[in-house]
């Protein structure tokens, strides 16, 4: 078998392909003695047809399967002569038997990338301390006091910071409704009737809340905000809005005190120090999970600062469309309409693709690490955790297991899982350095 292989830059390369007549010969006659051993053709008993009734019969199968077979032997002695690691074999072209008997063809090979894998154990990665700070956990304590305060009006004085204000409001730009001036809907920056606001310089708009200060029931005001250049909707930005507001109600928020009452009534039977360990515990669950994604976020940038290597142009394009897809989904969720998704299509693309790179980069990596740590991903792991996915999503494990085999996902399961326990030896092996003033969300 002559094979022919011409690697191109981005991880492409060019297999050629001829198989000798010999070879053909011989593969036809095993496919040809398996047809006749196996036909059933009126009025010859089975494995009785002679040969030239069943190839006139079956002659297109026979030569189907033998281009098949002649194809895929020849994928596998590449693979073997040419040390290939090859993610798709392509779409085999000018496939042809030639006069002389043998048979040819052609085809675009996609190439895993040549990777050269930095430096990976003692990887420093900083994190803030595992254990809870407790002014945390007071702040906590502090909102669930906040979701049963009591709201007394205030008659007798202007509005002051920390306050509750009921207002009416709407909005313009440049001497525009904000709707005309964006030509879109513009949500709350509109306007609003009886809308809550707590007089807090978070709140709202940047320095709108202060403006809000001094005002007292039943009167109006206009305010002037001038929105950063980094607000969300670009058309916005840097630009100067008018809001007519009118101050409908004070009001004035009574926490309840912080005992054994209070924690009643969050969960009946339960005293105060009984809601403080639940909640304790549940926040220190969740910070050692978001330290965890830190120690995985801050590995992952390592390598991304360090390895440069080209990656195929088409799975560049799958993973990209896969992110912005999901990119477009979170924005819907979040509200974004059909005309901002649109309007916003390039930035959402190009984030897109340096996440896709981002990924994939790392993935080959992970799979590269994988393989020199001889990291593996055995049956009795892999059938457990399809049993954990289908159980998961109430499904009967076994039918879930064979509907993953014939989607042809199983391969692409055990690879995640491979690369799951690879991360987990880089955390294990990472000097884990920790600081107060790191930020717990990267």
Not at 111 to 139: C, D, N, Q, R, S
Not at 186 to 206: H, I, M, N, V
Not at 218 to 232: A, I, K, S, W
Not at 371 to 395: C, G, M, P, Y
């Amino acid at each position: 078998m002559n094979i022919v292989v011409e690697k191109q830059p981005k991880c492409v390369a060019t297999l050629r392909v001829d198989v000798p007549a010999d070879t053909v010969t011989r593969e036809r006659n095993q496919i040809l003695r398996s047809y006749i051993a196996k036909a059933r053709i009126p009025g010859f008993r089975s494995g009785k047809a002679p040969q030239a009734v069943v190839e006139k019969r079956y002659g297109k199968d026979i030569t189907e399967e033998l281009q098949g077979k002649l194809i895929n032997d020849a994928y596998d002695e590449a693979l073997k002569q040419e040390a290939l690691q090859v993610l798709d074999f392509g779409v085999p072209e000018a496939a042809a038997f030639q006069p002389n008997g043998s048979f040819s063809f052609e085809s675009t090979l996609m190439l895993a990338p040549e990777v050269k894998i930095p430096e990976y154990k003692g990887i420093t990665v900083t994190v803030p301390p595992t254990e809870l700070p407790e002014t945390e956990l007071t702040e906590q304590l502090e909102s669930l006091r906040e979701r049963f305060a009591e709201f007394q009006p205030v008659e007798d004085r202007a509005a002051e910071m920390s306050d509750f204000a009921v207002i009416d409001y709407s909005s313009t730009v440049g001497g525009q409704p904000t709707e005309e001036f964006l030509g879109k809907p513009a949500g709350y920056l509109a306007g609003r009737e009886g809308y809550w606001l707590r007089l807090d310089e978070k709140s709202f708009l940047p320095g709108f809340c202060t403006q809000l200060v001094g005002m007292n029931p039943g009167e109006t005001r206009e305010l002037t905000v001038t929105l950063p250049e980094d607000f969300p909707v670009e058309e916005l930005r840097n630009c100067e809005m008018l809001f007519t507001t009118t101050l409908k109600e004070i009001k004035l928020s009574i926490l309840p005190a912080l005992d054994d009452e209070l924690a009643a009534r969050l969960a009946p039977g339960k005293s105060l120090e009984d809601i403080k360990s639940l909640i304790r515990d549940s926040m220190q669950e969740e910070r050692q999970r978001k330290i965890n994604d830190l120690k995985v976020n801050q590995i992952v940038a390592h390598f991304n600062a360090q390895a440069d290597f080209d990656l195929p142009d088409e799975l560049i394009t799958q993973e990209t469309q896969s992110q912005a897809d999901s990119m477009v989904e979170r924005g819907i969720q979040a509200g974004m309409t059909e005309d901002e998704v649109q309007s916003q299509q390039a930035e959402i693309f190009a984030t897109a693709q340096f996440q896709a790179i981002s990924n994939l980069r790392t993935n080959f990596i992970l799979q590269e690490i994988a393989r020199t740590e001889n990291i593996t991903v055995d049956d009795k792991e892999l059938v457990n955790h399809l049993f954990q996915i289908a159980n998961s999503r109430k499904l009967a494990p076994k039918k879930f297991i064979k509907d993953m085999q014939r989607a042809g996902r199983i391969h692409n399961i055990r690879q995640s899982i491979m690369i799951g326990k690879a991360i987990d030896f880089l955390v294990e092996h990472a000097n884990v350095q920790e600081d107060t003033e790191a930020p717990l969300n990267d």
